[in-house]
Structure formats: C-alpha cells, structure tokens
C-alpha cells in the first residue's frame, strides 16, 4: 500500500490507450520472442541504473488524477531505491524480501515483500528487465510484444498467477536503448504510469545507496 499512498500519479492519455491495446493484441512468437529477449539483454549491460521519474495516476471511479516526480536507483542485485520527492516525501528500499518505508521525519516501516504485491511486482518486473532475465518474465506473465522502424519496443505482461492478477490485470514496458516507460494498470480500471528520464548507469552502488539497502 505504501507504493500508491507514498507515491504519485497520472492520467493515461487516449493515444497510450490504443497503443496498448494493439500491444495485447500481439502475443509473443517464436519469431518476436528474440525482440524480447534482445531488448532485456540491451538493458542489463550496467550493474545500477539511476534516473528521475514522473509518475501519474488516473482513479476511475473519483474521475480523478495525480502526479508527482522524485528519483531513483535500481541495482540488479540489491533492489530498487524510490524516493518522492512531490507531492509528499518519502523513501522507499525494495530488497529481495522486505520494502522499507521512511518518511521525513525519520520513521521506519519494514514490510515483509508479500504484504505488498503491487509494488513488488513493479520491482521485480523491472529488475528482471534490467538484468536481462526475460526467462523470469515468460515464467511469470503472458508476454507480447511490439516494435516499430526506429526500434521503439514495448512489452506487455498479463500474470498468471491469479492472485497477483487480481490486484494488477497488466503492465506495460516500453523503451528503445534504455527503458523510458512503465505503466501497470488495476482490474478496477485505475492505471499508474512511471515516465523515466536523465538515465546514468555504473557498475557500483554509491555510498548512500549501499547505507540504505544495509539498514
């Protein structure tokens, strides 16, 4: 819950929406499977990605939408560091088994991984992604696939399991040489969309991010 309480969101513009239903309409072949694993495999060249992102949320049933930025870390090893910055500050640490959440003031939260499925979907898919683990995603998830002339791609998981469906009907990658876009959307219609930007890549965890994943 921290995920959607913490963080910020945004409306999915009509263009986004068609997009996305021609990608569902696109299930992974033999033949674009390559695609997939070509774009996975020019992801995981750098151990950490670092970056900014905006991130939106369209509630349907308030007819309502957010937004809001902050930046972040993703270690292939270690996890995901998100911090937002607006509307509200806070941090949070996604590791392999636990999500801790601290706010301004210096409180902790540790959450067991599975209290929050959403979230750890979102960091384990993009971990998967940039570690160049596409056998993860085909394990996990219905996979399909689109890419144009400019070798613009996107990529669109439906899980199997049911439970994690239940609470995510889908999600959506898309990129070129790096990823640049995440969107999941809700079985209630509500959708949430990280846009990344100013991406820089290095082989090590700096000094602060190595004292947050260590606490």
Known sequence: AGFFFAAVFFAVLPLAVNAQQSLFNA???AET???VESACSG???SKVMRG?????KEIKSLSRSFTGNGTFSVSRDDGIVWNTLKP???LMVVGADRIVQRTPGGKSSVLDASQNPVFTQFADTIRAVFSGNSQLLFSRFDVYYLANANNEWQIGLVPKDSVIRSVISSMVLSGKDHLSRFMMSEPSGDTVQNDFSNLTFSGELND???EQFSR
Do not use: C, D, I, Y
């Open 88 to 90: 509200f500050p806070s």
């Open 43 to 45: 992801l995981s060249a």
């Open 33 to 35: 499977r390559k695609g």
């Open 52 to 56: 900014e992102f905006v991130q939106r």
């Open 208 to 210: 602060g991010e190595k």
């Open 27 to 29: 299930p992974v072949t």
